[in-house]
């Protein structure tokens, strides 16, 4: 009896090679093709059932980060955590001592929180690790102007100086280096029909100049094509023109929240006025 001829569909995961010794025993040996077939379908079968099983478990992680926030009151305007901190709780909620701030993906969805400890001015992300990268929260909305301007900072406490000192938006990502993927997405989000100004605020994190090169190259992988422009690094992207530039902090200044205690909001808002690139003058 004739064996059964093996179906034309290929499981997804077969790789080259598993590929080619099917496509071999299709003409010299069916039946060791079809057991080929069957045993990759049974693999992929169980791949996709943890599959959905990781998943299920990522949406349940993500529900609670949703439910805790949901559930947290908002920071009171003359909570003592607000002195502290020194930095308005915009939209901050309290949660077991400490500032919650909801971390989400670009479909508007909470991935995870950034949470801030108001005694030692600690951050961190709690999120699951398929979810954490590229993840944001942003300050404010775009506004309906000729240009958009966007800045982009490290942390809660940095973003609310700067907000409050220019009043434009502020995106706080996940962590330096979700950069690229950020910057990107930002730019076809909110450039594609107006001209777009993203500009990333650092902290002392990239404060030699090593690590201002390794922020710029991160900069310029935003686009296919890229080039030094004198007011920053002009990027390509398909039909988007996004100008990326960096500001400085002045020596001696961690955070914008320092500067700010120190010298005043006018301070930070001269300090995010001037940018600049790799080995320009101070």
């Known amino acids: 009896m004739r064996a059964a001829q093996p179906q034309e569909a290929y499981p997804v995961f077969w790789n080259l090679a598993e590929h080619s010794e099917y496509r071999r025993l299709q003409k010299t040996d069916p039946a060791a093709a079809q057991a080929l077939y069957d045993a990759n379908d049974a693999k992929n079968r169980e791949l996709g059932i943890q599959a959905a099983a990781a998943e299920e478990k990522e949406q349940a992680i ?35 001592g400490r500032w919650i701030v909801p971390m989400k993906d670009w479909e508007g969805e909470t991935v995870g929180l950034r949470t801030i400890d108001p005694k030692s001015g600690t951050e961190n992300l709690c999120a699951s690790d398929a979810s954490w990268h ?24 940095d973003a ?10 502020v995106m706080i990502i996940s962590d330096p280096n979700s950069l690229y993927a950020t910057t990107m997405i930002a730019a076809q989000e ?35 094509d890229a080039k030094r422009h004198k007011h920053g690094i002009l990027a390509m992207l398909d039909y988007v023109a996004a100008e990326i530039r960096l500001t400085s902090l002045p020596k001696g200044m961690g955070s914008y929240g320092e500067l700010a205690r120190r010298h005043g909001m006018e301070a930070v808002l001269r300090s995010v006025a001037h940018t600049r690139l790799p080995g320009d003058a101070q």
Not at 209 to 221: A, G, K
């Open 160 to 169: 609310a100086i700067i907000y409050q000192a220019t009043g434009d938006p």
């Open 62 to 96: 993500m529900a609670s980060f949703r439910n805790i926030y949901d559930s947290a009151p908002p920071v009171p305007p003359d909570h003592p955590s607000v002195r502290k901190l020194g930095v308005k709780p915009y939209d901050a909620r309290l949660y077991d």
């Open 190 to 224: 909110y450039g594609s029909f107006k001209p777009l100004y993203l500009i990333i605020c650092p902290d002392s994190f990239s404060g030699d100049e090593n690590s201002w090169l390794l922020l710029t190259l991160e900069v310029i992988r935003v686009a296919d």
């Open 134 to 157: 590229g993840s944001f929260t942003i300050l404010g909305d775009p506004v309906s102007t000729e240009t958009i301007t966007i800045y982009i900072a490290f942390t809660y406490q």
